[in-house]
C-alpha cells in the first residue's frame, strides 16, 4: 500500500532489516556499504542475545557434518530439505571461525580447541558455548562492537519498519516509524532489502522471545504475496515461570531432570497418569499436559521443594533469583509455570541465497524458513542457520553497491495511532488458546475468525495489519495439515500421515481464499 512520502532516506544499495545476529552477522560479512535498520538499540530487542546454549557445528573429532545433517532431518520430523540439513552442517565449521575472528570469545580448552557441549538429540557433543550459558550475549556483545567500528555500516536504531515499498514488482526499501512515539513514517529506500527480523513468540500469550518478535517480517513479507513456508510449526517451550512477566523467564528441564514434579492446582500430579515417564517424558508431551491442565481452567506448579530444596540458591541460581524477585521462594513455595512459545519453524520461504519469492527481497534468520528445521527444530541449529544464510545472503548482494549512506538523519513527524492494547492481548490469547500446543478443527476456525475480526477492527493500525497475516498464515496452514508432526498437534487428527511429509508452501491469499469457504487447499503450491 502507498504510504505518504513524509520523509525520503535514499541511501540505495543494501538495506538489512533487524539487529540480532541475523541482521548484524550479514553487514559484517558484506564489504560494501550497509544500513541496517533495527526496532530497538543494537542488542536489545533479539532473540539472539538472550540464547543460552550456543551454536552446533561439528568440529569434534568423533563427528562430521553428515552426523550432524542426519540429526538435524531426524529432529524434523520428516519434512527437513536433505540438501539444506547438509548445506548448514557443512558451512558450519567455517562460520564458527567468522565468529571467532570477529571477536566471540568461544569456550576452549587447554590446547585452544573449542569445548563442545552436549544438547538433546545430538549424537555428538557439538555446541560451542560461551561463558558457560552467555552464547547469545558474548555474541553479540562481540558482534556489536565490529558494527560500531565498521564505518561502512551504517546503523538506523528505534525504527519499526512496517511495511514493503513496491515499484512494479520489485521490492525496493520499506516504510518505517519510530518506535518511541510512531511518529513517521519514513521510507527507506534500497536495491535490495534482506529482511533479518525475528520471531513470532510476541503473537503469543507467553512467549521466551523480546516483545519485539511479533511475526512482522513474515507478516509485511506475505502482505507484498511472498511465499511462506511451514507457519504451522512452532515450537513451545514447557516451564517457563508463569509471573505474569512478558516476556517469560525459563524454568530450566534440568530441575525436572532432578526430581521436581508438577502438580495441578488440586494438588495432582497430572503427568504421572499421562506418560509412563511422567515429568521427564518428551518436552511436546509435557507441554501439553501443562496446556491440557490451563485450559481446563487450572493453575499449574513445578514443585522443586523436595527435590532440590536447600540446594535452589548454588545449583539454580538464576531461577532463584527471578522467583525470589516475585516473592516466591522456591525452597518452600511452588513455582507457577506455563509452556512459552519459543521458536517459530516457519517463515518466509527461501532458497540457499536466501532470495525470497518477491525479487528484491531476501530473508535470514527465525523469520526465514529455508527447510532446515522442518516440523522441529533441533537445538542450537537456529543461531547456526542464521550465520549461514547471512553469509550466504552477503554473498549474493555484493555486485550491490549504494552510496555512502553514513550521514542519515531522520527528520520528525506526527505520530501514528497507538497500538490496539486489548486488541494485542486477544490476539495473543487466541493464539495461545486455539493455535497453541493442541490444535483441533474447531478452534482453528473460531481462531481464524476471531483474528479476521481483529484485523478489521484495526484496519488502519500498521503494525497489527502484520501481526494478524502472520497469525492467520499459522492458523491457516495449522488447518490445513490434518496430521499430527513435529510442532504441529491435532488432537483430532493425531497420528502422524506419511502422505502429508511435505513441507507447507503457501501465501496469505491462499490463506484468505480458503477462509472464504472455510475450506482449505488440500495440496498447497509449491515454491519452486
Ligand atoms: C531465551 C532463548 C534462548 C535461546 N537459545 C538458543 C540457543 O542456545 N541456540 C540457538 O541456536 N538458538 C537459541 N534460541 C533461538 C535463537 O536465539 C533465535 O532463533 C535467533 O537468535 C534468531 O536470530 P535473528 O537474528 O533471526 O532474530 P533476533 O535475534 O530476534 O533479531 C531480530 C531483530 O529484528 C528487530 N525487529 C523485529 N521487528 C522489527 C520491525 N518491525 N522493524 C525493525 N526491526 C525489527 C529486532 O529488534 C531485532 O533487532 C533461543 C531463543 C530464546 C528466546
Known amino acids: 500500500m502507498a504510504q505518504p512520502l513524509n520523509n525520503v532516506l535514499n541511501p540505495g544499495g543494501v538495506l538489512i532489516v533487524g539487529a540480532g545476529l541475523a541482521g548484524l552477522f550479514t553487514a559484517l560479512k558484506m564489504k560494501g556499504p550497509v544500513t541496517v535498520l533495527a526496532a530497538a538499540s543494537l542488542g536489545s530487542g533479539a532473540s539472539s542475545t538472550w540464547a543460552q546454549g550456543g551454536i552446533a557445528a561439528a568440529l569434534g573429532p568423533d563427528d562430521a557434518p553428515e552426523l550432524h545433517a542426519r540429526d538435524t532431518e531426524a529432529a524434523g520430523a520428516g519434512i527437513v530439505d536433505p540438501a539444506i540439513a547438509h548445506l548448514i552442517a557443512n558451512e558450519a565449521p567455517a562460520r564458527i571461525e567468522d565468529l571467532a575472528r570477529l571477536g566471540v570469545p568461544f569456550d576452549r580448552d587447554a590446547k585452544g580447541n573449542f569445548v563442545l557441549g552436549r544438547e538433546a538429540a545430538h549424537s555428538r557433543n557439538r555446541i560451542v558455548r560461551v561463558t558457560g550459558d552467555r552464547a547469545g550475549a558474548e555474541i553479540m556483545a562481540a558482534l556489536i562492537k565490529a558494527v560500531r567500528a565498521e564505518p561502512r555500516i551504517t546503523v538506523l536504531e528505534g525504527l519499526v519498519a512496517f511495511e514493503l515499498a513496491i ?243 531522520l527528520p520528525a513527524h506526527p505520530s501514528a495511532a497507538a497500538p490496539a492494547a486489548l486488541a494485542l492481548a486477544t490476539l495473543r490469547k487466541t493464539m495461545t488458546m486455539n493455535v497453541g500446543l493442541e490444535r483441533n478443527h474447531a478452534d482453528l476456525t473460531a481462531a481464524l475468525a476471531a483474528i479476521a475480526q481483529i484485523e478489521r477492527a484495526n484496519a488502519a493500525d500498521v503494525d497489527m495489519r502484520n501481526m494478524t497475516a502472520t497469525a492467520l498464515l499459522i492458523a491457516g496452514a495449522a488447518l490445513a495439515r490434518k496430521e499430527s508432526r513435529g510442532g504441529h498437534f491435532r488432537s483430532d487428527y493425531p497420528r502422524t500421515d506419511e502422505a502429508q511429509a511435505k513441507r507447507t508452501f503457501t501465501t496469505l491469499g491462499q490463506v484468505r481464499a480458503a477462509m472464504d469457504g472455510l475450506k482449505l487447499p488440500t495440496r498447497l503450491e509449491a515454491v519452486r
Open 167 to 409: 515499484e512494479g514488482a520489485r521490492v525496493v526499501g520499506v516504510y518505517a516509524h519510530r518506535a518511541a512515539d510512531r511518529s513517521g513514517p519514513v521510507f527507506i529506500r534500497a536495491d535490495a532489502t534482506i529482511f533479518a527480523l525475528g520471531g513470532v513468540g510476541g503473537l503469543f500469550e507467553v512467549t521466551t522471545n523480546p516483545p519485539q518478535a511479533r511475526g512482522q517480517g513474515v507478516g509485511m513479507a506475505a502482505r507484498a504475496g511472498a511465499v511462506i513456508a511451514d507457519p504451522e510449526f512452532v515450537q513451545f517451550h514447557p516451564t517457563a515461570i508463569a509471573l505474569g512477566r512478558d516476556p517469560a523467564p525459563l524454568a530450566t528441564e534440568a530441575l525436572r531432570g532432578e526430581g521436581s514434579i508438577l502438580v495441578n492446582d488440586r494438588g495432582e500430579r497430572f503427568m504421572a497418569v499421562t506418560h509412563a515417564d511422567a515429568e521427564l517424558a518428551p518436552r511436546d508431551v509435557v507441554a501439553r499436559g501443562i496446556f491440557r491442565e490451563i485450559r481446563a481452567g487450572r493453575r499449574v506448579f513445578l514443585d522443586t521443594r523436595q527435590a532440590v530444596g536447600a540446594k535452589f540458591p548454588t545449583a539454580f541460581p538464576t531461577v532463584f533469583e527471578t522467583c525470589m524477585s516475585a516473592g516466591i521462594d522456591p525452597r518452600s513455595d511452588l513455582i507457577p509455570v506455563a509452556p512459552a512459545e519459543h521458536y517459530h519453524m516457519g517463515g518466509i520461504a527461501t532458497d540457499e541465497n536466501a532470495r525470497t519469492s518477491l525479487p528484491g527481497l531476501w530473508a535470514i534468520g527465525e523469520c526465514a524458513s529455508t527447510g532446515a528445521h522442518g516440523a522441529n527444530r533441533l537445538a542450537s541449529n537456529s543461531l547456526l542457520e542464521a550465520i549461514v544464510f547471512g553469509a550466504r545472503a552477503a554473498a549474493d548482494v555484493a555486485h550491490i553497491v549504494g552510496a555512502d549512506n553514513a550521514i542519515l538523519t
